[in-house]
């Protein structure tokens, strides 16, 4: 039986794509493998939102040829953006070469192409898929198992064109799956011991517009929503990302009517410059962004907000730069991915050549931004410390014995720790929380 290894670079679209992936190769008969040595191939699953990220792929991957040596029968392939990005350029520019470039829409015909470079009696010509999908949206259904807190992609692709952003490119246009297929397959979950859905797309705010009428005004992700919340067994709903243009009114209501609808939004800034926010093509100004953040915490007043932010792009002046800063501190977000402008070959901001900002300031502003998140982070927690939180078990802790994890609504982690042989995964427990540090909380079962 042939072992895979898969190695999972960047956002939660490739750790779903990944998921998936292994699922289907075990339906086929291989076995996955836990590393790289001991393995019989091994994918790569790339991401290409920064040039790091690529350039550590390309690195791995040509770290992994020394594998062949042993084992000349030793696969690589590579999946995921970068190989969408890269194509055939990737044969060379590996060194010692790969077996196999499988773009983001032909991830599901991995399991075959595997079947057939296996049964080649020699390493033959490398295998390239980098088409576009026919038909239906639904190959990226399977699941290695029933976990408390699943993933389900209900779309792929973005028709925004953020000037800075490679992902249109990588994952082409927007596809929707069916509402249908999407309810089917969190039924199945929560059959299975499934507590939490989270649904997982480039622009989920956009998800079905092609496909399905608004009802009344609710938009057809607002219909999805609903759809899912309504499933027996679910008890938590999440979805990420969003666009700040998706949140009309019928969202933001839908976080006051659906109290399975999880207070956490992850609602991507990218700048709090409006002048910068044009050049990046963001269809909404700072003042928008304030309206939709004030109208969700009226909506529902525990409501925590997660960030994506970029700072450097082209041109970002100091004043821009505390526009963002100052916004920063209005919201006061708990969670925030910050970003160092990264230019990306191929979109249009990559030709503003002339207003590249230097890596010094772009450096500090980044970490000026990450001292206010330790902030807001850190008061968030402390905030809670003597409260009762209802906490979704994940899993075991990564560090210690009997001290298992899980994440309340607001999605803060929670580290506790229960008596020997105690299993509570997947259970929704009451905790008292005890001691915060900024990214962890510390509770006791009630
Ligand atoms: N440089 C830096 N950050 C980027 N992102 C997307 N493209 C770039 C880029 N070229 C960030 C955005 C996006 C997140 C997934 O990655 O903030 O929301
Ligand atoms: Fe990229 Fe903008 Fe689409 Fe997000 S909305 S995936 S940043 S183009």
Redesign the pocket.
Known sequence: MKRVYIKTYG?QMNERDSEAVAAMLLRRGFALAPDEFSADAVLLNTCS??ELAESKAVGKAGHLCRLRKKSPDFLIGIMGCMAQNRGDALLTQVRGGVDLVVGTQQAHRIPEFLEELFARPNRGAPILALDAAEGSQEEIKDHLRCRPSAFISIQQGCDMRCS???VPKTRGRERSRSLAGIVAEATKLAEGGTKEITLLGQIVTSYGRNLYPKIGDKSPFVQLVEAVHDIEGIERVRFT?PHPHGFGPDLIDAFARLPKLCPFVHL?L?SGSNRVLKAMKRPYTRERYLEIVNALRAARPDISFCT???VGFPGETQEDFEQTAELFDTVKFEMA?I??????AG?PAAELTQALIPDEVMQQRNQILLEKLERYSLTANEKLVGTTQRILVEAPARKGQNIWMGFNPQHRKVLFETPPNTHPEGQLLNLKIERASAATLFGVME
């Open positions: 956002c939102v920064r800075y952003c490679i990302s991507p990218q994506d932010i970029i991915y970003f160092k402008y990264s230019p990306r979109t």
